[in-house]
């Protein structure tokens, strides 16, 4: 088996769901969803390097703090890689991490993916050889679908990922108050009023077609919930829809981060400036949405 003798630098995109609707719950407890998942060209960052042990160094605005124990998502992905792969050599993978915690885009997900691909390049490892989508879904709902890294229909707890292609790759801006929110207390206080499945006939190319398909009954089941548990989540939205240009506003997954979408970069950028000097405190930042971050 063939191991990597330099540095690996793999992204981690932030997830966004355009829109997520909780379809009903298993026996086991787990709900099931239905969402339309694409990704930003903010990330975090996964370096991997040689080392005769596996390691974790959390860096970046928001790493300190995270844990570098089993705990940590990157760690359990690794540590479950090697066990699956029967490697034993081990890594130093140091996690920049540019994204909030516990914010909705799917960090911890995406960096558990990152990890993954970089690790299944750095100790040689054949994917064909080995079911990593199963190992994904052990980890995490959005595990899977940042594994996959583009646009794509998710549906059951994540195990069920149909690719989307040739959607718009739009201006957005992506704000953060700064406040983490549990995924488990969300789905707890959610009201056992299940959506229906509600996937697009045909793929919109444009922005336009895609926030017309959106304001038809596609939503985010969790925003209630969230803003309930959260009320400042209501106030991001407030001011990203009152921001010049705003085509939409929405929260991804269970909050805190919520989105909009703008027809040009360059409104994107004033909105992101007029927030952050409006709030200070928040974590703001102007990006675009991709369908396949490969292009990363």
């Known amino acids: 088996m063939k191991h990597a003798s330099s540095a690996l630098s793999i992204t981690a995109p932030a997830k966004i769901n355009l ?29 991997i390097e040689p080392a005769n042990n596996l390691t974790l160094i959390n860096q970046g605005p928001f790493g300190e703090g995270l844990p570098i124990t089993a705990d940590n998502l990157v760690m359990r992905a690794a540590k479950k890689l090697q066990k699956l792969a029967n ?10 991490k540019n994204l909030p915690i516990s914010s909705g885009i799917g960090g911890g997900s995406a960096d558990a993916a990152a990890a993954i691909k970089g690790l299944v390049r750095h100790w040689g490892i054949h994917p064909s050889h080995h079911n990593l989508s199963d190992l994904a879904l052990e980890l995490g709902a959005d595990v899977p679908i940042c594994l996959l890294g583009q646009a794509a229909f998710m549906g059951g707890i994540g195990e069920q990922i149909d690719p989307v292609y040739a959607l718009p ?5 992506l704000v953060n108050p700064r406040v983490s929110v549990s995924t488990p207390a969300i789905f707890k206080i959610h009201k056992a009023i299940f959506s229906p499945t509600n996937r697009f006939d045909v793929t919109p190319v444009t922005l336009h077609k895609l926030i017309d398909l959106l304001k038809e009954g596609r939503s985010n089941d969790l925003m209630e919930p969230a803003i309930q548990t959260e009320p400042i989540i209501g106030e991001v939205l407030n001011q990203i829809k009152m921001s010049h240009g705003c085509q939409l506003s929405r929260m991804s997954g269970s909050g805190a981060t919520c989105f909009g979408f703008y027809h040009t970069q360059f409104e994107a950028d004033e ?11 928040w974590w703001v930042v102007a990006t675009r949405m991709v369908n396949d971050v490969r292009s990363l």
């Open 19 to 47: 829109y997520l609707h909780v379809t009903g719950v298993r026996e086991d407890g787990y709900h099931l969803l239905d969402s339309l998942v694409t990704f930003a060209t903010v990330h975090d960052i996964i370096m």
């Open 87 to 96: 490697i034993a050599d081990g890594a130093r993978i140091t996690l920049t």
């Open 169 to 173: 790759e739009a201006p957005m801006i």
């Open 271 to 281: 909105a992101a400036e007029m927030i952050k000097n409006a709030y200070p405190k």
